[in-house]
């Protein structure tokens, strides 16, 4: 089997591995060396972008933190093959990522917007799921999820439930690394069409015949994919159906189970109205009930909430997960105590201190796994607290409504710690980063003290 661009199974590996790493650190960077992609090829992207690659040498250098897309885009440029097929690259989305054509659009220029977002984390993994939102509002993040099974038809099964609800499926494949693919369709037999970034062919079982890893991401759009289950499905049946998914689905070991967030759409038809749709939030009303009784909030695993929809003597229902762990991504030390990174066998690499910022790649129950350029391994998840994701105002970098002095004393901690500190570990959140740039250059540095003093 070809790789694209004649990429080999070594390079797909190391590729794999470096697809989706998240680590909290030095978005700053990224944006002095932003390349601007904008040219618009002679072959239309609705012709080429299902072999859109992440070697193309087109994009293949832009910028992703401190890597390129050819290194650790797998994800990035499943994304957008994930935009055009969904048709959600709408004119506010454009303008958004600085293009005027359609036809502009391509890996590069995602990536250059998800640069300009501070988006992106120095080794390449993608800092929030949110910020493909911002970029192209008609694109919607579900959830981060794995499937229950790993037999190929019953992997199907979940496929065809998920995207029968309109949802886009972008998953990982079981290549010994970290590679991502994005899901086009489910054949009746089992088999799986995909879009891969990384391989020239279409048949997800002919590239990797062990199937899926199991973690996958939903995501909604302007238009929704193609599952051969939906295909004879009675639109004039009631049913209830997931609209958008809650704010959490992952919650911290005796944490209560919230649902704020979510909503469902009841539909059906009778004689009266004929075909209806109402929006419904996951709470318990006269039509919708939320059946939770299998969360155990003291006990780690993944527990199912059936969300049920009644009138008259008509009923449906529609289930999702939540899960009782700790999850991957940014994350802040609590502890008074001096929180200890391990290696695997079981020697201190460094010594984190309250209020230092890490990025979580991977969790195990009770300890996560931080890696950057200078340290990795495990660290107590029970001394972390996740970070926010929603952006500050400029300027305000604790986010207490003043641009003030307070701020200003944060901006220069971070900067005098800024070299002292390894990578990957920061006294600044993302957001926080993204607010203490003042002055809107893309960086965080003694440009913007100058614009506080003028303030404050």
Not at 150 to 157: D, I, L, M, Q, Y
Not at 202 to 223: C, D, I, R, S, V
Not at 278 to 293: A, P, Q, R, Y
Request: some cysteine; aromatic content about 10%.
């Amino acid at each position: 089997m070809q790789c694209k661009r004649f990429m080999s199974i070594f390079a797909a590996f190391l590729t794999a591995a470096y697809c989706a790493a998240p680590s909290a650190m030095a978005i700053e960077e990224a944006a002095e060396t932003t390349v601007i992609v904008t040219e618009v090829s002679a072959v239309s992207i609705f012709d080429e972008y299902r072999d859109w690659s992440q070697m193309d040498s087109r994009w293949s250098e832009t910028p992703m933190g401190g890597t390129t897309i050819r290194r650790s885009g797998c994800l990035l440029t499943s994304l957008a093959i994930m935009a055009v097929h969904s048709g959600s690259v709408d004119s506010t989305a454009m303008s958004n990522m600085g293009i005027t054509d359609i036809e502009q659009f391509n890996p590069g220029v995602l990536a250059n917007a998800y640069t300009n977002a501070n988006g992106f984390s120095y080794d390449g993994g993608i800092v929030s799921w949110g910020t493909i939102n911002t970029i192209i509002p008609n694109i919607t993040f579900g959830a981060d999820k794995y499937f229950q099974n790993t037999e190929k038809t019953a992997v199907a099964e979940e496929l065809n439930a998920l995207m029968a609800e309109d949802w886009h499926i972008i998953a990982r494949v079981n290549n010994g690394g970290y590679h991502w693919v994005y899901i086009e369709s489910v054949g009746t037999d089992g088999s799986i069409t995909m879009c891969d970034p990384a391989f020239d062919t279409h048949n997800l079982y002919e590239a990797y015949p062990n199937g899926l890893q199991g973690e996958f991401w939903m995501l909604k759009g302007t238009n929704p994919p193609t599952a051969s289950s939906a295909e004879n499905e009675d639109e004039s049946a009631f049913k209830v159906e997931i609209e958008t998914m809650p704010g959490k689905t992952i919650f911290h070991p005796g944490e209560e189970l919230d649902l704020t967030g979510g909503t469902v759409t009841v539909s059906g038809k009778d004689d009266v109205d004929g075909s209806w749709k109402k929006t419904f939030d996951m709470k318990d009303s006269d039509i919708i009930s939320v059946d939770s009784s299998s969360y155990d909030s003291k006990t780690f695993g993944k527990y199912e909430i059936v969300i049920n929809a009644v009138s008259g003597d008509e009923k449906a229902s529609v289930s999702f997960e939540v899960e009782v762990g700790y999850s991957i991504g940014e994350h802040y030390v609590t502890s008074d105590e001096p929180v200890s990174v391990y290696s695997e066998n079981g020697e201190t690499v460094y010594t984190l201190k309250k209020g230092n910022v890490i990025n979580i790649s991977y969790v195990g129950e009770k300890y996560g796994y931080v890696a950057s350029f200078d340290i990795s391994g495990w660290v107590d998840m029970e001394k972390l607290e996740k970070t926010e994701d929603h952006l500050h105002i400029k300027g305000d970098i604790n986010n207490d409504g003043n641009i003030d002095k307070y701020d200003l004393s944060l901006l220069n901690t971070f900067l005098q710690q800024k070299e002292e500190l390894p990578n990957g570990v920061s006294v600044l959140t993302a957001v926080q980063l993204y607010s203490a740039d003042l002055n809107g250059d893309g960086t965080t540095d003694l440009n913007d003290v100058r614009e506080y003093l003028m303030l404050v």
